[in-house]
């Protein structure tokens, strides 16, 4: 079974601009959420989405959004960038049902740098 | 009720000994109770799971207990290795609810 995909691997952008990561879940799983994980601050969730619904949301603001399309693949979005959005955002898959329905499976990350 | 409280901060241990990393939880509703562990620049991965029905499970070289009355769970690791130096989370959750994360235990074995 494939793993899950973040793309890109690295980003670089400046103040103000807007940013798209993306994430292939694990074939069948339904459920992809979202982290942030900067340095001392373990893992912030963000949001989830489960069958094209945010089932659970963090509390970040309006500038991070996400979506998730009918292959179950997601993508998150996050405007009008700021120097603290400087991250790795980790994406995870998850069966989205059942007992272990949240086991999450992790991507490698998006490491954004805002300068 | 919805935190994880994950202790210690940052924990070094010689190679050989047993790492102990500690999770308490408020909601007695949660069901589920994994452990990840996360290598530098890489994402945390599943390391072992278990449910409060079950008072220790053993995986390996790992071993969590889980103490339903005292709200607590724990990671053992047993002979511990340079390999193992890493940041380990704990987690917990209810359902469909999103895993609440612990702060994260650095541990470093020492050779």
């Known amino acids: 079974k494939a793993g899950v995909t973040q793309t890109p691997r690295y980003l670089i952008k400046t103040r103000g601009q807007q940013v798209t990561l993306s994430c292939s879940p694990i074939?069948?799983?339904?459920?992809v959420s979202w982290y942030q994980q900067t340095p001392g601050q373990g893992l912030q969730f963000l949001f989830e989405?489960?069958?094209?619904?945010?089932?659970n949301k963090g509390n970040f603001p309006g500038r991070f959004s996400g979506r998730q399309f009918s292959n179950s693949r997601s993508e998150m979005n996050v405007s009008t960038l700021e120097l603290g959005d400087s991250a790795l955002y980790l994406c995870a898959s998850s069966p989205g049902t059942g007992w272990s329905g949240t086991e999450a499976f992790f991507g490698q990350g998006t490491r954004l740098t805002v300068v | 009720q919805q935190q994880v409280k994950q202790s210690p901060q940052s924990l070094i241990v010689q190679k050989g000994g047993i790492p102990i990393i500690n999770c308490a939880y408020e909601n007695t509703a949660f069901d589920y109770f994994p452990w990840y562990q996360q290598f530098p620049g890489k994402g945390p991965a599943l390391l072992i799971a278990?449910?409060?029905d079950v008072s220790e499970k053993k995986e390996g070289r790992f071993t969590i207990s889980f103490n339903k009355s005292a709200k607590q769970f724990s990671l053992h690791i047993m002979d511990s290795q340079p390999g193992d130096s890493a940041t380990y989370f704990c987690?917990?959750?209810?359902?469909?609810?999103?895993?609440?994360w612990g702060a994260g235990t650095k541990l470093i074995i020492k050779p």
């Open positions: 278990i449910r409060p």
């Open positions: 987690a917990a959750s209810k359902g469909n609810y999103q895993l609440i």
């Open positions: 989405y489960f069958s094209e619904t945010q089932r």
């Open positions: 074939s069948g799983h339904r459920s």
